[in-house]
């Protein structure tokens, strides 16, 4: 079967660093989405990654690793609006995206 | 328009209803989704469109689900005869063209709820 795993929530400090990971069993694989979705609101898009390697976007890296079946979100110097849910997809062999639960990740002053 | 509008946003509906949930997708975008999303879970697509063509309705839970997007552009996704487990946020998302590797993007979703 198909299966992607995140925590299901952690918490963080304003102006800290925090990481989300998420491990993937897919058939086949085209790809690597992390999403942002704040309470009642849609997914926005933050990052993709299909080749293993760092991308750097701002506060915002994501990392993969296709031999080991796993990413990782990085945030930093977090702000409070930050404060949201975090969801890991990956693109599938039919070009799906199979969705992880997501991360709720709450920052504290 | 400058994003994906979905209507209505919130929806109450009494069990053995029939709904009909709007989704206006960025202009010019060629590829539509429909995904259902549970509280506190990540979306589980229904089905998808390239233009008017439905490629893909696996997701659909049931034969009550239907989909349809006559002109290639606004998607309307009706559920007949709702039950309770119908309830949760119906999102709408669509991508630029249909070879499968682009982003896509969402729209605010339609919160159902089913009594």
């Known amino acids: 079967g198909q299966n992607i795993d995140q925590p299901t929530e952690m918490t963080a400090t304003e102006g800290a660093i925090v990481q989300i990971n998420c491990t993937y069993q897919?058939?086949?694989?085209?790809?690597l989405f992390w999403y942002q979705q704040h309470a009642g609101e849609a997914p926005t898009f933050l990052s993709y990654?299909?080749l293993d390697g760092l991308e750097e976007k701002g506060r915002f890296s994501s990392f993969l690793s296709r031999s080991k079946g796993y990413s990782y979100l990085l945030l930093k110097e977090l702000q409070m609006k930050d404060s949201a849910s975090y969801l890991c997809?990956?693109?599938?062999?039919?070009?799906?995206?199979?969705w992880g639960a997501g991360t709720k990740l709450i920052i504290k002053p | 328009g400058a994003g994906v509008s979905q209507s209505p946003r919130y929806k109450v509906a009494k069990r053995g209803q029939d709904v009909a949930l709007r989704c206006d997708p960025i202009?010019?975008?060629?590829?539509l989704f429909w995904y259902q999303q549970a509280l506190g879970q990540g979306p589980e697509f229904l089905t998808y469109?390239?233009?008017?063509?439905?490629?893909?309705k696996s997701g659909l839970p049931s034969d009550r689900f239907f989909a349809e997007r006559p002109e290639g552009s606004v998607s309307t996704l009706k559920i007949q005869r709702t039950q309770q487990e119908d309830s949760a946020v119906y999102l709408c998302?669509?991508?630029?063209?249909?070879?499968?590797?682009?982003?896509?993007?969402f729209g605010p979703g339609t919160r159902l709820l089913v009594l």
């Open positions: 998302a669509s991508s630029l063209v249909g070879t499968g590797y682009e982003t896509q993007y």
């Open positions: 202009s010019g975008h060629v590829s």
């Open positions: 469109f390239q233009n008017e063509a439905q490629l893909d």
């Open positions: 897919t058939s086949g694989f085209n790809g």
């Open positions: 990654n299909v």
């Open positions: 997809a990956v693109r599938d062999s039919n070009y799906q995206l199979i």
